[in-house]
């Protein structure tokens, strides 16, 4: 008895969720889409800035990455567990290096939103295709005729005198 009790109670568990999925919580209509995702996109890339200056920073001075590719620079320190400090005088190259990391990475980045273009190739040939379309259409349309009035005395004196 337990148990067809708890199919029943399962089944009109579902159903109620069913007729909230599609009566009450839809999604809005829209009439007019967005053509971009708006402030946004500046938001996402100040982001991916921000993250590679951070993430530069972190691997510099708190890596024990860095001691190990410039072992020369950092002194293992016995107070803090082990791990690494800065050579005194050798802060200055750790920066160097630190700044000049970034500075690839914020170009690998400027070249990457360079080289990779808003809209696929097939896309911008096939709205050309469109564009070219619609041009020979609105050509076509307006071809017509030239009316040309006949040209006598008559009209050339209407147009030369001023009354």
Known sequence: MAGLLSLLSNLIELRSDLFKLVWVSQRP????????????????????????????????LTSDLMAEFF???????????????ITAGMGQYVMILIFG???????????????ISEAPKWLSIELEKREYEKEKLMVSSFKTTPVIPPVNEATISKVYTRD
Not at 31 to 53: C, D, H, P, Y
Not at 101 to 115: A, D, N, Y
Request: with cysteine.
């Open 101 to 115: 990391i970034e500075h690839v990475l914020i170009l690998f980045i400027g070249l990457m939103k360079g080289m």
């Open 71 to 85: 072992p020369e620079w950092f002194n293992p320190s016995l107070e803090n567990n082990g791990t690494f400090e």
């Open 29 to 60: 209509v829209v009439m007019t889409r967005a053509k971009n995702i708006g402030i946004w996109f500046s938001i996402l890339q100040a982001m991916t800035t921000i993250s590679v200056l951070t993430n530069c920073v972190i691997f510099g």
